[in-house]
């Protein structure tokens, strides 16, 4: 041994080598921190996308009202004793009730009588306010005559404002609601007369060009319907196609080819599935446009792969010794597999339609396709309805100019994610109640 | 007599062919279950097929070919100075007239038309009650057929299953079927396209502006196809995504797989999954109306001109909507790995990242490289973000600040709205839906390859 050397490549303690591990720990923490890092950075991005809709769409579910104290005139509405009940109604169904405001904000505001501020008077109020009043007209006719106080809605301008949304310090030509207004407004609230109330015709409406009056009713409608019509056809073909593939198909080219067109679909965007929905549905079977049941097709279409790939995986978990006992008992095939399989495969068959539901609950581009995607103010009733799905509402609502849509839109965000949410859980919910260890 | 009526009747025949099938096999046995082959339900099972079968073939030919055999027998019934309008401007005849069919009070003129409309009318209540006394008949005598068999040794179980079979592989067939739908409309319209405009012009040109001249004096509104524009904002817009999918996802993955605690696993891995659970329009408000103001904002603090739907924001959150898809695809890549190798380089004194860096990656490449390529085929075809925070135009430029369109959002702004099916500007839609088809199936099928072979490679 050499007395040059004083060190050997592998002393441990020498400085170079405890430098090196040193700075090989340190990478080591890096990496590590790395690691951590993304994970948090994409726990962040989950938080700030779900916190920024909550913020937002939580006043989407409150309302501004102000109460007015109406004239119920008889000389606007007709005097209910002295017409047949028949000819009041027609007669108070033909009235703008536009008027009973002007009149209601005559006694507020005495003061107004410059035509235009008067005109601005009343688009403090929601164009809703007209058949709110109406209503309770037709309720109670006994009220014509009486000047009552009443809780109206108002319009979405006066609520952002509010609801701190529209901010009143600005200056007043960049903004919407004008210094006039919020004196009228405040003299309101000094009053006690305004108050921000739960909104239940967010739930009821069908869509409206008045963020007030726009409900999710009518789009909640549509997904159900569609989800119906996908449910029907994609649940029975997925179901049978997979226990055929699992359980009869002999391996071979055919059975193959089945398999790769299953993958294929799956890894199909979505868009062109609308785009098969349109030249197929709608160019060749001539099937209606915006049509429920068109978008449940297309979404079935789009399903299936889900609920084979969940289906053959749920049937390939029930153990073979069921089938040779069933087998054994004298069963035929088809016995076997619908009288034993099947229904102990159910449950994991179940879960997977219900994540491929929730998958075609969500989905927007292929309803834009076959033209789900129009202004509809009536609530489907049928499948063959123009309709428009929760998704595609929302994305209608993102695009309006007015500010209050923001709210409306991120609350129907919040609806559409709390039915996704449901739907997992009930997934989750029936694989641990039924999942089985053989 | 409605389409609905019809299948609510033939649900009804098919129901009271159970009860008599089943019913019949009983007084045939007079009672005594014993002396049959099959039980009374098979007996009823096979009845009802036998009526529903031909009854529902029959219903679906009508209800998918009906109207193009009425709007023919309509059309050779045309007056002569109608039928030779017809022959000039097929499309917008028929359009008018199918107009006045389904909507009577609109403002329709034309004496011919109207009374096409009416002709179509009374065909098609002929057509209706034509297909229900067929369908229905046809049921009924596949019903007398049925019950004229059902003897006590007639193997109506049998018969039954073979019939069950039957529609097992139709169902599974339908996957075949789609799949072929999917590529002949798209290859049929694209073809209709490409006989307008060349297929060179749309690959290869750079020009997009798809408003085609109402008229053929107009200025300025020839209508360019090319699609390069898009196809380079499409993949401007998944390179961003990826840049931000790539790492978080593959760290996500190497973090939960090799160094989480259980508990965090358990908490990490859902947490990713309900990041793919979130329905992409709420990514879309998402990015527009808060990233996309954000990163102006930013941009006009920085000095840097970005603009309100640049690029950027867009492949941002498209980003964020596919870290789970690369996150878990590398998650079973990378604990697809033999435990021996990860540790033999343990054993041999490296550190736990110098084993992921120089033994764990390598062996797992193929299946990340496959997890990467699934995920830019999903931002390839991503819709709604990029219709929602991406501009409409058609930008050549790597400028990720400046806003781009994409291969989706023009389908999307060419199909909506209204559109009639002849014109090049719709047609055009279908050219690009084939390219993003063929484009995602070929990443998929590159992609599935390496995932297996890899796979192979450790089994």
């Known amino acids: 041994m050499s007395d040059t050397i004083t060190e050997s490549p592998t002393d441990w303690k020498s400085a170079a080598m405890r430098k090196r591990v040193k700075s090989r720990y340190r990478k080591e923490r890096i990496f590590k921190s790395f690691g951590l890092v993304a994970l948090l950075i994409a726990g962040f991005f989950l938080v700030s996308l779900i916190g920024k809709i909550v913020i937002d769409g939580s006043g989407g579910f409150f309302q501004t009202s102000i109460e007015i104290d109406v004239p119920f005139q008889a000389d606007i509405l007709g005097d209910p004793q002295e017409m047949a009940l028949g000819d009041f109604e027609k007669k108070v169904r033909s009235t703008n009730m536009m008027r009973l405001i002007q009149a209601a904000m005559a006694l507020h505001f005495p003061e107004v009588k410059n035509r235009r501020d008067r005109r601005q008077l009343m688009r403090m109020m929601s164009t809703g306010a007209r058949e709110q009043l109406r209503t309770m007209i037709l309720d109670d006719p006994a009220i014509v005559g009486t000047v009552k106080r009443v809780s109206l809605l108002a319009s979405d301008d006066i609520d952002q404002v509010i609801k701190g949304n529209i901010d009143i310090n600005l200056p007043e030509t960049s903004r919407k609601v004008k210094d006039k207004e919020v004196a009228w407004l405040n003299k309101f609230q000094s009053e006690g007369r305004v108050s921000v109330n739960f909104h239940t015709l967010f739930f009821t409406n069908g869509d409206s060009r008045e963020p007030e009056l726009a409900g999710i009713w009518g789009a909640t409608m549509g997904s159900l319907l569609t989800l119906v019509v996908t449910l029907f056809t994609a649940f029975p073909i997925g179901v049978l196609t997979a226990l055929y593939l699992e359980e009869f198909a002999p391996r071979n080219r055919f059975t193959d080819f089945i398999e790769v067109n299953i993958n294929n679909l799956a890894a199909v965007p979505s868009i062109v599935f609308g785009l098969l929905g349109l030249a197929l549905f709608l160019g060749v079977m001539g099937l209606p446009r915006s049509a429920p049941l068109v978008g449940g097709l297309t979404l079935a279409l789009m399903t299936l792969p889900t609920i084979i790939i969940a289906a053959r995986a749920s049937i390939k978990a029930v153990p073979p010794s069921i089938r040779d006992a069933a087998r054994g008992m004298g069963a035929s095939q088809m016995q076997v597999v619908f009288h034993h399989v099947l229904p102990l495969a159910m449950p994991g068959i179940l879960t997977g339609t219900i994540i491929g539901m929730a998958q075609a609950l969500g989905e927007t581009a292929p309803l834009l396709m076959i033209g789900m995607v129009a202004f509809i103010v009536d609530i489907p009733s049928g499948v063959t309805d123009a309709a428009t799905a929760l998704p595609v509402q929302i994305f209608l609502w993102s695009d309006s100019p007015e500010r209050a849509f923001v709210e409306k839109t991120s609350a129907a965000i919040m609806v559409l994610l709390s039915f996704l949410i449901t739907m997992n859980a009930i997934a989750i919910w029936l694989r641990q109640k039924f999942e089985r260890q053989w | ?459």
């Not at chain 2, 409605?2 to 099938?21: D, E, K, P, R």
């Not at chain 2, 403002?107 to 057509?127: C, M, P, T, V, W």
């Not at chain 2, 003897?151 to 789609?178: C, G, V, Y």
């Not at chain 2, 961003?240 to 593959?250: D, E, K, S, Y």
């Open chain 2, 1 to 459: 007599m409605t389409n609905s009526a019809i299948f609510v009747t033939i649900t009804i025949l098919a129901l009271a062919a159970f009860a008599f099938g089943r019913q019949r096999s009983l007084t045939i046995a007079s009672g005594n279950i014993a002396r049959l082959h099959s039980l009374p339900r098979h007996h009823g099972y096979f009845a009802a097929s036998c009526a529903m079968i031909p009854a529902l073939a029959i219903f679906t030919i009508w209800t998918i070919f009906g109207k193009d055999i009425l709007e023919g027998l309509m059309i050779a019934g045309l007056p002569e100075e109608m039928a030779a309008q017809y022959r000039e401007q097929a499309a917008l005849v028929l359009n008018r007239i199918r107009l006045v069919v389904e909507n009577s009070t609109t403002n329709e003129q034309d004496i011919n038309i109207i009374s096409a409309a009416n002709h179509f009318k009374e065909l098609y209540r002929y057509g209706i009650w034509a297909s229900f006394t067929l369908s229905i008949a046809s049921g009924l005598i596949g019903l007398l057929v049925a019950l004229n068999k059902t003897q006590p040794d007639f193997r109506a179980r049998n018969h039954f299953e073979k019939i069950l079979s039957i529609i097992l592989i139709a169902s599974s067939t339908i996957a075949i079927i789609a799949t072929l739908g999917i590529v002949l409309s798209l290859l049929f319209e694209s073809l209709r396209f490409f006989n307008e405009v060349s297929i060179i012009d749309f690959v290869f040109g750079t020009k997009w502006s798809p408003q085609t001249a109402l008229r053929a004096d107009q200025v300025g509104s020839s209508g360019a196809f090319g699609a390069v524009p898009l196809f380079a904002g499409t993949l401007l817009i998944s390179f961003l995504a990826m840049l931000i999918a790539g790492p978080i996802g593959l760290f996500s993955a190497i973090y939960l797989t090799q160094y989480a605690s259980r508990p965090v696993r358990k908490f990490g891995k859902p947490l990713l999954e309900i990041l793919a659970g979130v329905p992409t329009v709420v990514y879309g408000f998402f990015a527009a109306l808060t990233i996309a103001p954000l990163f102006r904002d930013t941009g006009d603090l920085l000095g840097l001109a970005i603009s309100s739907e640049s690029a950027l924001a867009a492949g941002f959150v498209m980003g964020i909507m596919i870290i789970p898809f690369v996150s878990s695809l590398s998650d079973d890549a990378i604990t697809a790995v033999p435990r021996s190798l990860k540790d033999g380089s343990l054993a041999l004194g490296a550190t736990k990242s110098e084993t992921i860096i120089k033994v764990i990656i390598p062996a797992a490449l193929p299946g990340i490289v496959g997890a990467f390529l699934l995920a830019i085929s999903r931002a390839v075809g991503e819709t709604m973000i990029v219709v929602m925070a991406a501009g409409m135009q058609p930008n050549l430029t790597a400028n990720p600040f400046e806003a781009v369109t994409t291969v989706t959002v023009q389908i999307v702004a060419l199909l909506t709205g209204d559109q009639e099916f002849d014109s090049a500007k719709t047609l055009s839609a279908f050219a690009l839906g084939l390219a993003l088809f063929i484009t995602t199936m070929l990443l998929n099928f590159v992609a599935l390859r390496l995932v297996r072979k890899y796979r192979e490679a450790y089994e």
